[in-house]
């Protein structure tokens, strides 16, 4: 089981905001996620991130790895 740190996309048309999630690498984007790790709101100025560090650090020894998208993200909280 190959888990992924992702972002799931909640919101209507042109509003979105986004869950920071660990999931299996092969389920689809808004399908059944292990466990939510953030939150990710990119129509504020400036952006919202609110992130569960410990969790994530946990995540991550446990093999989670990041897509490009929430990389980013932890770079710019300098999780990573």
């Known amino acids: ?22 999931a299996e690498q092969k389920k689809g984007r808004n399908s ?3 466990e939510q790790v953030g939150i990710y709101n990119p129509t504020f100025v400036p952006p919202l991130i609110k992130l ?9 020894k446990m093999g989670a790895k990041p897509t490009e998208a929430v990389e980013a993200v932890l770079k710019k909280e300098n999780i990573i």
């Open 1 to 22: 089981m190959a888990l992924r740190i992702r972002l799931a996309r909640f919101g209507t048309k042109h509003k979105p905001h986004y869950k920071i999630v660990v």
């Open 32 to 34: 059944k996620f292990v």
């Open 52 to 60: 569960e560090r410990k969790r994530i650090d946990y995540w991550i």
